[in-house]
């Protein structure tokens, strides 16, 4: 087990293109997360899955943003036609969704820029 | 509300020990975390504390907490030039993911 993974480490586009992030959670955890950050600021929640179910989505932050998880195991993270604004790390996170304490296990994360 | 404030800087001498500190604005936090984040990397967890606790200590690292105050510090002693990082606090209140701060850049100076 080596953790939680994330592909690719960067990603430069141009404005208006779509960009799709993958997160693989470590392998026994049914709680993933998408938090974004940029620069100078703590991680911003998005979205979060419970197995195969999305249970919070309304911080997403605009319709071009989505996210799914569609076998419970990987997830996916897709902007569509992306802004300057876009640009930010993109981190993942995952737990056991048994636990009270809510200890996130994170990913090094995909560094967007929107040129 | 759910709001987390840290100082955005802090330096420090190798050898020396760091206190970094944190507030909070919602009593009903279960628990509270401590991550660091090295440049270019993710969060990396460190240490939390249990909001019944008051103390807890692992190795070089003490958290204390003040829950009346709602205020969270972490303190790592004989600080290393490995330290240098960005460190965040961040609550769990229940049914909600994890508030993080905007995190404390740690310049250790040998």
């Known amino acids: 087990d080596t953790g939680v993974s994330q592909d690719p480490r960067h990603k430069i586009t141009k404005r208006g293109q779509n960009v799709t992030f993958r997160c693989d959670p470590i392998?026994?955890?049914?709680?993933l997360y998408w938090y974004r950050q940029t620069l100078g600021q703590g991680p911003e929640f998005l979205t979060y899955?419970?197995?195969?179910?999305?249970?919070?989505k309304s911080r997403l932050l605009s319709d071009r943003f989505s996210a799914e998880r569609p076998k419970g195991s990987f997830s996916t993270l897709e902007i569509q036609r992306t802004e300057q604004g876009d640009s930010a790390m993109y981190l993942c996170?995952?737990?056991?969704?048994?636990?009270?304490?809510?200890?996130?296990?994170f990913g090094s994360g995909t560094q967007l820029s929107v040129l | 509300g759910e709001d987390v404030e840290q100082s955005l800087f802090l330096s420090v001498r190798e050898g020396d020990s760091s206190v970094i500190n944190c507030t909070y604005t919602?009593?009903?936090?279960?628990?509270l975390y401590w991550y660091k984040q090295e440049p270019g990397a993710g969060l990396q967890l460190l240490t939390y504390?249990?909001?019944?606790?008051d103390m807890k200590q692992d190795q070089r690292l003490t958290v204390l907490l003040n829950k009346k105050d709602k205020h969270l510090s972490l303190r790592i002693a004989d600080t290393q030039t490995g330290d240098s990082a960005i460190y965040f606090c961040?609550?769990?209140?229940?049914?909600?993911?994890?508030?993080f701060g905007k995190g404390t850049r740690l310049s250790v100076i040998a």
């Open positions: 504390i249990f909001s019944n606790m």
């Open positions: 919602d009593s009903s936090s279960t628990y």
């Open positions: 899955f419970q197995n195969e179910a999305q249970l919070e």
């Open positions: 392998s026994e955890h049914n709680r």
């Open positions: 961040a609550e769990s209140i229940p049914k909600t993911p994890l508030v």
């Open positions: 996170a995952s737990r056991k969704g048994t636990e009270l304490n809510e200890k996130l296990f």
